[in-house]
């Protein structure tokens, strides 16, 4: 079985897991932004030395240093040179809002759904798994973490959810199924729960999280996969809606109308 992943250390390691389709900046900085903007990456952290980042995520080192000058240019990150010098963290939160918003209006509705469908496939077979194959120490740790989650703000919420979906994938004792938990965190984390901005789906999300340990620890791998599959799903119906609502925004700023959109996030 592989190693549970540990509240705090899965959503890094998903941040620093080597790219698919390596090579490209333009998939470090939107990795590395990612992080910093949901605050896995925390204001004042260094962050690895360049040819260190560049052999975590499988790219070229000069493909590192032109995503760490572009991060630069954006303001999350300040360079220091000789000693004590590296590439630091500069963002302490101004902004993120505005920055998720720019990732999820460049993704199209079809790239959603697609996406969906593949991290609820990938998901919701972990958590029917997890539920035949984890023992009763794996479901006490997977309390343990809940009990010690915060989901006080949308951040936090964020990275517990993250740290829980990969807690289940890890119970499933599927190294390959951890692996690509660990990559479409990385890839698509930070868009897929953006609904967790509103305090009620939050607590919805936390009750999930519930029924979901309920039916791990009931062996029911049908309700951990339903309750998982769902789960993607509403959020996916969220980001569409999100999605609407900020284009509408946008042409009624371009028309020079002052009425705002009446959706606030999708239906739960």
């Known amino acids: 079985m592989p190693q549970s992943i540990r509240a705090g250390s899965g959503t890094r390691a998903a941040i620093f897991a080597p790219l698919d389709g390596a090579g490209r900046a333009e998939l470090v900085l939107q990795r590395l932004t990612d992080a910093i903007v949901l605050g896995v990456l925390h204001d004042g952290e260094r962050l690895p030395s360049e040819a260190e980042l560049a052999r975590q995520l499988g790219v070229a080192t000069v493909t590192a240093r032109e995503a760490l000058e572009i991060l630069r240019r954006n303001n999350l990150v300040h360079t220091k040179r000789g ?26 509705r079809v790239q959603m759904r697609d996406l969906g469908v593949h991290y609820s496939a990938i998901a919701g077979l972990a958590a ?31 990275r517990g959810q993250g740290t829980f979906r990969l807690e289940v994938a890890a119970l499933s004792q599927s190294p390959r199924l951890v692996r690509e938990e660990l990559r479409l965190q990385a890839e698509f984390g930070s868009l897929l729960w953006l609904s967790l901005r509103e305090p009620l789906r939050r607590e919805r999300c936390k009750a999930v999280q519930r029924e979901t340990v309920a039916a791990l620890v009931a062996e029911d791998g049908a309700r951990a996969r339903q309750l998982t599959v769902s789960q993607i799903t509403e959020s996916i119906e969220w980001l569409i809606e999100a999605k609407a609502v900020l284009e509408q925004k946008g042409r009624s700023t371009m028309t020079g109308s002052t009425s705002s959109p009446v959706p606030t996030g999708a239906p739960a």
Not at 83 to 108: E, I, K, M, N
């Open 83 to 108: 000693r004590d010098g590296g590439s630091f963290v500069t963002f302490t939160g101004g902004g993120a809002t505005d920055l998720q918003d720019d990732r999820l209006l460049a993704w199209s």
């Open 128 to 158: 029917e798994l997890a539920a035949d194959r984890a023992s009763a120490a794996d479901i006490s740790n997977l309390e343990h973490i809940l009990d010690h989650t915060d989901a006080g703000t949308a951040d936090a919420a964020r």
